[in-house]
């Protein structure tokens, strides 16, 4: 299959070539030539399919074309290896659960998934690979740990300094070896500008191997709508429709979703939950798009003021405001509200959620007061315990920290100090080279 860039559908490029380069060439996003739709006897079925199955079904819709069906197995079984759980809340409420991979955040599986298949297409590479990777919190852990001894790879993480929980720093700043973090003076959004300039530079791309790990490449991207189908597959026959929240900084795992009902998920309503960076929130009501510069909240992982991802939402949809608002609603949460619900939930229903899980479930909370008919998951995608002080200072309540995490705290923080200034971020890229 061929990918081709937002900006000029022309303009196209294989698997390969899309996975390396992450961003194409012109500053566009990829996106797939084309979608192929899952067979309607296996979506009809998907409540009695095992998750390794369907994690196998939904790889194969994407990659079946480029990679060989053992190989794509063994990257599809390894990237999605630990549980998936949904969980009743309350009412026709349910959460999944996607904090159980290693380093506690949904963002494990995509990319767990990318390691696995940058690994495939670089068996007979003579040359080192460096992933860029932006962060807000989550998606540092999570590429640093996946791809952590990964031979010919090297990752650089730029994150925004004192705006990462202290867990979310130690998961990405203490593994060393192959993984690399730069602490920007500056906020997500200027983390992420770095990157993308990096991206458009011939001069270091001519003499440097770049790809990048966040939402904005394919390979970690796609794979994330494999844990929609298994939402739906671990909700079983219900009456009715079914409705998805999902909390969004950068809307990279929204977009999986959105992508995921265009090959069949039988989802009838998205919903996207954001902080007061609420950007999309009001491109739905107004038909207007206009990005700002990211405000700080207790939802770090969704404070994005220009998210990348919503360019692939806008072509998925023709660039109509009206048949996004078709598929799509989204609301927007102040830190107040979020940590009301995390008191009232916790209190009335015995269930602790993050500050992003939060903003899901009042997401769909509101969205099922206004249909009630349906039946609403959202997503939980961080374990409370990777928020700690926030979520404690709420409840009044000590939470249990996972062995996993226990495990970085006695780890020594490593960074390299970054400004916001491209020519200083340059200077490092030119270091690599001469190293």
């Known amino acids: 299959m061929l990918y081709h860039s937002t900006n000029n559908p022309g303009l196209k490029f294989s698997l390969k070539e899309a996975v390396f380069k992450g961003l194409a060439p012109d500053k566009g996003l990829f996106m797939p030539e084309r979608f192929v739709p899952l067979d309607q006897e296996f979506i009809k079925n998907l409540p009695s399919c095992s998750v390794e199955e369907i994690a196998y079904q939904v790889s194969n819709a994407f990659f079946g074309d480029d990679i060989g069906k053992n190989e794509l197995m063994s990257i599809t079984l390894n990237a999605v290896n630990f549980p998936l759980p949904l969980v009743h809340i309350h009412d026709n409420i349910y959460t999944l659960e996607l904090f159980h991979g290693p380093t506690l955040a949904f963002k494990d599986v995509g990319a767990r998934f990318m390691a696995r298949m940058l690994e495939y297409f670089t068996r007979d590479f003579d040359r080192e690979i460096h992933v860029l990777v932006a962060t807000s919190g989550d998606t540092g852990s999570a590429v640093a740990n996946g791809f952590l001894g990964v031979s010919g790879i090297k990752v650089h993480i730029l994150y925004p300094k004192g705006m990462v929980s202290s867990i979310q720093e130690k998961q990405f700043t203490t593994l060393d070896r192959n993984i690399s973090a730069l602490e920007v003076e500056g906020t997500f959004d200027d983390c992420q500008k770095l990157v993308k300039e990096a991206f458009n530079d011939k001069s270091i791309n001519n003499r440097i191997t770049l790809t990048s790990a966040n939402s904005i490449n394919l390979a970690r991207l796609l794979p994330q709508s494999i844990y929609y189908f298994i939402a739906v597959k671990e909700l079983g026959k219900v009456p009715g429709e079914i409705s998805m929240c999902v909390p969004s900084g950068n809307f990279g795992n929204l977009t999986a979703g959105l992508i995921g009902k265009r090959i069949g998920l039988p989802v009838q309503k998205f919903v996207a939950a954001t902080n007061i960076n609420d950007v999309v929130p009001e491109y739905l009501e107004t038909g207007k798009y206009r990005p700002r510069p990211s405000l700080q909240t207790i ?13 692939r939402i806008l072509e998925l949809y023709g660039k109509s405001c009206e048949k996004i608002s078709e598929d799509l609603e989204a609301y927007s949460y102040r830190d107040e509200q979020l940590k009301s619900a995390i008191r009232t939930v916790s209190g009335e229903y015995g269930y602790l959620m993050d500050p992003h899980g939060a903003a899901g479930y009042l997401g769909i909370r509101d969205y099922l007061d206004r249909h009630p008919s349906s039946t609403g998951i959202f997503f939980e995608t961080a374990h409370p315990a990777k928020f700690a002080d926030i979520v404690e ?36 890229l030119e270091g690599l080279i001469n190293n």
């Open 299 to 311: 939802a770090n992982a969704m404070d994005v003021g220009d998210p990348s991802n919503f360019t």
């Open 393 to 428: 200072e709420i409840t009044g309540q000590a939470v249990e920290i996972p062995s996993r995490l226990q495990e970085f705290f006695s780890g020594t923080k490593n960074t390299i100090p970054m400004t916001r200034v491209y020519k200083d971020f340059k200077a490092y």
